[in-house]
């Protein structure tokens, strides 16, 4: 069965630097999805991505975040400079365009900020 | 904008007893609804969902939901809890003119033999 993979699973970086997360969506999948999940809290939608574009963002999803599908099979998301309250559970998602849009999740990559 | 609701962080049921996780929603449109599963060190899976055809819904692993519009609920049950059942369960809405899930906090489900 198909499914959305992520690496790494777990990243340490420090605060101020670079991070570039990866995903492989669903192959046929149109749309693309970042949520994250900080310890103790709910899963929070960061931005949905179609057609090479950002198609709604929250307002976590600022200026030090970006992503990108640098090709056919990679979705990325970036944080620029990184900061410790951005120690979370990063999860990708994808999905068809049917009706529910029924989104299929990987199984995460956790950013420790240090 | 739409918001979901869980009650209870924590249920501890027996093997064999009835599972049942409470979800209630707020939307301002008709929404469809979704309940997921996170085993440990894994990612979110599909139980079930709904998007407006019948009320209630059957999902995967013996798990439905029912649709109620004038309690605003969508609650998860289970007649029969088996040991593999103990997870964290997320209640999610989204509107079927948007993209995005809106979670809930999530209920962590153990089982007693």
């Known amino acids: 069965e198909p499914e959305v993979t992520q690496t790494p699973s777990h990243q340490v970086t420090q605060m101020g630097q670079e991070v570039i997360l990866r995903c492989v969506p669903i192959?046929?999948?149109?749309?693309f999805y970042w949520y994250r999940q900080i310890l103790g809290q709910k899963v929070e939608f960061l931005v949905s991505f179609y057609n090479n574009e950002i198609s709604e963002k929250s307002e976590i999803f600022d200026d030090q975040f970006s992503v990108e599908r640098p090709d056919g099979s990679n979705f990325t998301l970036k944080i620029r400079s990184t900061k410790l309250e951005d120690s979370a559970m990063y999860f990708c998602?994808?999905?068809?365009?049917?009706?529910?849009?029924?989104?299929?999740f990987g199984p995460g990559t956790r950013l420790t900020v240090t | 904008a739409q918001s979901v609701t869980q009650l209870g962080s924590h249920v501890s049921v027996s093997e064999g007893a009835l599972v049942l996780l409470r979800c209630n929603y707020s939307s301002s449109v008709p929404p469809y609804l979704f309940w997921y599963v996170q085993y440990p060190n894994q990612g979110l899976q599909l139980l079930l969902k709904y998007t407006s055809a019948a009320t209630l819904v059957k999902g995967i692993n013996g798990f439905e939901a029912e649709f109620k519009k004038s309690e605003t609920s969508f609650h998860l049950t289970k007649p029969s809890a088996h040991m593999s059942d103990a997870a964290e369960y997320f209640c999610a809405v989204r509107r079927q003119d948007d993209y995005k899930l809106s979670f809930g906090a999530g209920t962590t489900v153990t089982v007693r033999a």
């Open positions: 192959s046929n999948h149109l749309y």
């Open positions: 998602a994808s999905s068809n365009a049917d009706s529910s849009y029924e989104q299929y």
